[in-house]
């Protein structure tokens, strides 16, 4: 069975920095597609960024393109989220999930997901 479970969330200023981390483990194989999601208050839970195990191949929406970098340590089964010049906006709940098969057009739609982790809170101030 697939645990994840974050870390790295915080409080931060706007244009400052943070990683986040997922550590995930029970995975059979390495054809999974991996995502971080966020869900902001009064908000839909929207996809992030996603990661295909097997090729590396990266997906990022387009209100994180070029500020955020997901990446996966397979070696140590730990998924990253290094999220640069942060803005107000970025403001949510961030977690990590798996499912298996491909992320192609599919990665950023929560209901595709079976497996996540409990959340961490990022928070930015302007």
């Known amino acids: 069975q697939v645990q994840m479970e974050e870390s790295g969330g915080g409080s931060v200023q706007a244009g400052g920095s943070l990683r986040l981390s997922c550590d995930a483990s029970?995975?059979?194989?390495?054809?999974?597609?991996m995502g971080w999601f966020r869900e902001a208050p009064g908000k839909e839970r929207e996809g992030v960024a996603g990661i295909y195990m097997r090729t590396r191949a990266a997906y990022y929406s387009d209100s994180v393109k070029g500020r955020f970098t997901i990446s996966l340590d397979n070696a140590k089964n730990t998924l990253y989220l290094q999220m640069n010049s942060l803005k107000s906006e970025d403001t949510a709940r961030y977690y990590c999930?798996?499912?298996?098969?491909?992320?192609?057009?599919?990665?950023?739609?929560?209901?595709?997901?079976?497996?996540w982790g409990q959340g961490t809170q990022v928070t930015v101030s302007s």
């Open positions: 029970g995975f059979n194989g390495d054809f999974y597609c």
């Open positions: 999930a798996s499912k298996s098969g491909t992320c192609v057009s599919v990665w950023a739609r929560p209901k595709n997901y079976n497996n």
